[in-house]
Antibody, heavy 119, light 111 residues
Framework: EVQLVESGGGLVQPGGSLRLSCSAS????????FHWVRQAPGKGLEYVSS????????HFADSVRGRFTIARDNSKNTVYLQMNSLRDADTAVYSC????????????WGQGTMVSVSS | QSALTQPRSVSGSPGQSVTISCTGT?????????VSWYQQHPGKVPQIMIY???KRPSGVPDRFSGYKSGNTASLTISGLQAEDEADYYC???????????FGGGTRLTVL
């Protein structure tokens, strides 16, 4: 069974940092691309970031570019999202999503981890 | 780039059909066939329903179908069932910028 389990969320003050982790199992991790998608409370889905299978290509939404970085460790089947200079508007559930092989779509979603930015 | 435009809500009675539209531009929806649709029940994670405009993943009922014309994509649900009541999101991958755009979401109510 394909599983994605996020961790690392929590309460942080504006300007602070958090590192989210996404542990994957049930499929060949090293050949999959991954994304982070967030959902603010009561709001819609918002794309955050992507990383390809080798970790050589990354992409970020305009709203987080320059503040967030994404990385992966294929030896640990884990994807990371480093979030710096956090703002109130970054408050959301952050979900790790496996890319659908051979298509441009989000395939399997993790349960997500809550990030709250507040003073 | 702006988010894609979806109606905030649609409704239908059991057995009826409903269509949810998703409007973008020639740079996103109109530019290629990288449109996907996601269903999200309250408190649950999104589930992929349609990808590449009209393809259904295994396990998705054939009551769900996707279509695109110009800059507008559509999701049609036929033979509505109570379990279809959920939020639906469209999404487009924009290859030229390697960006992903979501619609604002549509709440489907089964009357």
């Amino acid at each position: 069974e394909v599983q994605l389990v996020e961790s690392g969320g929590g309460l942080v003050q504006p300007g602070g940092s958090l590192r989210l982790s996404c542990s994957a199992s049930g499929f060949t991790f090293s050949t999959s691309a991954f994304h982070w998608v967030r959902q603010a409370p009561g709001k819609g889905l918002e794309y955050v970031s992507s990383i390809n299978d080798y970790g050589s290509r990354t992409h970020f939404a305009d709203s987080v570019r320059g503040r967030f970085t994404i990385a992966r460790d294929n030896s640990k089947n884990t994807v990371y999202l480093q979030m710096n200079s956090l703002r109130d508007a970054d408050t959301a559930v952050y979900s790790c999503v496996k890319d659908r092989t051979g298509a441009w779509a989000f395939d399997v979603w993790g349960q997500g981890t809550m990030v709250s930015v507040s003073s | 780039q702006s988010a894609l435009t979806q109606p905030r809500s649609v409704s239908g009675s059991p057995g009826q059909s409903v269509t949810i539209s998703c409007t973008g531009t020639s740079s996103d929806i109109g530019g290629d066939n990288h449109v996907s649709w996601y269903q999200q029940h309250p408190g649950k994670v999104p589930q992929i329903m349609i990808y590449d405009v009209s393809k259904r993943p295994s396990g998705v009922p054939d009551r769900f179908s996707g279509y695109k014309s110009g800059n507008t994509a559509s999701l049609t649900i036929s033979g509505l069932q109570a379990e279809d009541e959920a939020d639906y999101y469209c999404c487009s991958y924009v290859g030229i910028s390697a960006n992903w755009l979501f619609g604002g979401g549509t709440r489907l109510t089964v009357l």
